[in-house]
């Protein structure tokens, strides 16, 4: 007998919805049960986002630089440059658009420390961080470049251990109780009276993300038949399968056939698209950042933090990197972004948990998204390949 099983996007929608309902009459002591429950799961994120910077940062960074070759160093360069191209795109998008949907008043306590809301929990457990967000960034840099570097496997098998141990906690543990963290976060916002206003502005986040996300792939398969001379329309509705089979698996990793399958019939080599396509399905993320950045953007707005545009752009630059690393299970990109977004702009518990929610709300455009870029790239690969006289042979 097969097992029924809801998806993480269910859940967290039946959360947010519970979290609305019970919000209108659930006793407060029962309600400030799920607050210190939220108290305790944010200390605990608090805690295991720098190892978890660590685990998926360090063999991420070493596994690319080994063996790394010229096509491979091509490769990863333009999936970098897609995704960054995809925040810088999104942040401006958002600068001119943002604005006029969120109104003032959604500037509440509503996305301020849960401390300063209406319900407050019984108790809480400090859980320092081993060391900071920057000292795990930096730490997983150079040791991950020194691994790329070094012929020693000891470290590197280490590093592939301690990634599968952080891969593990996220499956097991952290993505199980998302939702009902996300759950009491609606839960105390409806009590506090703000919940209303922030349903609002996630519809319409949740719109314009969508069009953004149209708008991306039309750039970036005008580019591919540019560099390719080939026509982009023609190219893009060859990758529409690939599209609504990510739509439905939501993951990158299960589309690859499907990807792989249409990235041939856009006349990319064999051996090219069996290199890029499952390589871009790990590095590439111009889907997800493009979410996360506008997210981010909104409850940035919705606090009345102001957004600077130098801060931003570093916050990108790192997002980009940050992707390369993120595990393959659903809200695994948002999981290995929230130590950016703690070390870079400052969110609290609160802000990652409405990061999360808006982030799951969207992951099938995301991953679609990626997934249908992923061609774009193989066929500008492709041509890359031709003209520097095939450093992989064609077939």
Same mark, same amino acid.
């Given at each position: ?6 998806? +993480? ?6 959360? $947010?919805?519970?979290? $609305? ?9 029962? @309600? ?20 978890? $910077? ?20 091509? *490769? ?15 942040? &401006? ?7 006029? +949907?969120? =109104? ?10 849960? %401390?300063?809301? =209406? ?11 081993? &060391?900071?967000?920057?000292?795990? +960034?930096? !730490? ?28 593990? +906690? ?25 919940? =209303? ?38 190219? !893009? ?15 990158? #990793? ?8 249409? *990235? ?71 999981? =290995? #972004?929230? %130590? ?10 609160? /802000? ?8 799951? #709300? ?12 992923? %061609? @774009?790239? /193989? ?17």
């Amino acid at each position: 007998m097969k097992k029924f099983r809801i998806s +993480l996007l269910w859940q967290v929608l039946i959360a $947010i919805v519970a979290g $609305i309902v019970l919000g209108q009459f659930l006793p407060a002591p029962v @309600a400030r049960l799920f607050v210190t429950f939220n108290g305790l799961f944010g200390n605990f994120l608090n805690f295991i986002i720098p190892l978890i $910077i660590i685990g998926l940062i360090i063999p991420a960074i070493a596994d690319l630089g080994k063996g790394a070759g010229r096509l491979l160093l091509i *490769t990863a360069l333009i999936a970098y440059g897609s995704t960054v191209f995809s925040g810088f795109f999104t942040y &401006f998008s958002g600068e001119a658009i943002f604005p006029r +949907l969120i =109104a003032q008043s959604v500037q509440t306590a509503a996305v301020d420390n849960p %401390g300063e809301m =209406a319900l407050k929990p019984f108790f809480t457990v400090e859980m320092p961080a081993p &060391f900071d967000i920057m000292t795990a +960034l930096l !730490l997983s840099f150079c040791i991950g470049l020194g691994l790329s570097a070094i012929p020693g496997n000891t470290l590197r098998m280490a590093a592939a251990d301690l990634r599968d141990i952080v891969t593990l +906690l996220i499956e097991k543990v952290i993505i199980p109780l998302l939702p009902l963290h996300i759950f009491g976060i609606f839960l105390n916002m409806t009590i506090s009276g703000q919940v =209303a206003s922030i349903i609002s502005v996630f519809v319409k986040i949740i719109i314009v993300i969508f069009v953004l996300h149209i708008l991306l792939l039309l750039i970036q398969f005008s580019l591919a038949g540019l560099i390719a001379r080939k026509n982009p329309l023609r190219l !893009l509705k060859n990758m529409l399968p690939a599209y609504a089979t990510a739509l439905g698996t939501q993951s990158s #990793a299960a589309t690859i056939p499907v990807t792989l399958a249409q *990235t041939l019939k856009n006349g990319v080599s064999k051996n090219i698209a069996t290199f890029v396509i499952p390589l871009c399905a790990t590095i590439h993320l111009s889907g997800s950042t493009m979410k996360i950045t506008a997210c981010a953007m909104a409850i940035m707005m919705m606090a009345g933090i102001p957004i600077h545009t130098l801060d931003f752009s570093g916050f990108i630059f790192m997002l980009g990197i940050t992707m390369v690393a993120a595990p393959g299970v659903p809200g695994g990109a948002i999981m =290995a #972004a929230l %130590g950016v977004l703690e070390g870079m702009l400052g969110f609290d518990e609160t /802000a990652q948990a409405l990061m999360i929610a808006l982030y799951i #709300a969207m992951d099938s455009f995301g991953t679609a998204c990626n997934v249908t870029g992923d %061609g @774009a790239i /193989a066929v500008v690969v492709d041509r890359i390949n031709g003209k520097s006289g095939n450093l992989v042979q064609r077939s």
